[in-house]
């Protein structure tokens, strides 16, 4: 049986749900009201102020409004690739990818198609890495890097059909930083089979990396496990092969004995 205590609380915390709910109720009326009263170039300028003053939460909720209130309006191409933008800034990758696909397959020809394709890689390398790691020093080669090919071919892709595009020299350069985490992983690979005796998995991801990623700072280290592993499978041929493109690159390597 309840007493008289616990049912003036029930009450009570009753009462003060119903008030908060309708206190907050038009509120939210409100600001919806404003939204809705307010014309496209208004509320596009008030969002181009919030990302000027880094408040990207804030811009691209009014960026979305206006992009689902005028999805065909003047302003509808630049509003969504101020979206992107914003979503890319706030860390909502699959919003951002949802939008910069929608934005290329309905607008082709558009003159910013390149800068779309641009913030796709950049979006996809976003969601390869982790600040918080990198700041206490954690390195976490090891994770999937599926997201940072989708970023390579992303780069790839932009530099293949808009090589005169302004983005094209910084896609460059990143596209060489990838290549450098995607070699590390093999390479970090290759020393997990190692340490399981899987010598012939492991001398294939060496060989990966020289074929794939020759201009990056793993080779050394992929000859060097190519070697190893060779010697361990008394490959005698394939262990000279490996040893002599060593010596010739590597001199100071310490497998050279």
Request: contains cysteine; glycine residues 4%; proline residues 3%.
């Amino acid at each position: 049986m309840i007493s008289k205590i616990n049912l003036r609380k029930i009450i009570l915390t009753s009462v003060l749900v119903v008030v908060a709910g309708c206190s907050s109720a038009p509120e939210d009326e409100d600001v919806d009201l404003v939204l809705r009263n307010r014309s496209a170039q208004s509320l596009y300028e008030d969002a181009k102020e919030k990302m000027r003053l880094g408040n990207f939460n804030a811009a691209t909720e009014t960026l979305s409004a206006l992009d689902s209130r005028f999805p065909f309006g003047p302003l509808s191409h630049q509003v969504q690739l101020d979206l992107v933008y914003g979503y890319y800034k706030t860390g909502k990758t699959d919003e951002a990818l949802a939008t910069i696909d929608r934005f290329t397959r309905l607008n082709p020809n558009h003159s910013d198609v390149d800068y779309a394709i641009y913030m796709r890689g950049l979006t996809n390398m976003e969601v390869d890495s982790n600040i918080f790691q990198e700041l206490v020093g954690i390195d976490r080669s090891d994770r999937d890097p599926s997201n940072s090919r989708q970023a390579f071919n992303d780069f790839r892709r932009l530099i293949e059909k808009y090589p005169n595009s302004k983005y094209a020299a910084d896609a460059q350069k990143r596209m060489l930083h990838i290549k450098s985490r995607l070699a590390k992983y093999e390479i970090i690979i290759a020393r997990y089979y190692m340490r399981r005796d899987a010598y012939v998995a492991a001398a294939n991801r060496g060989r990966y990396v020289i074929e794939h990623y020759p201009d990056t700072t793993h080779v050394q280290e992929a000859l060097e496990i190519m070697v190893e592993c060779y010697d361990q499978l008394q490959l005698v041929d394939l262990k000279s092969n490996a040893m002599k493109t060593l010596k010739l690159n590597y001199p100071d390597s310490s497998f050279i004995s």
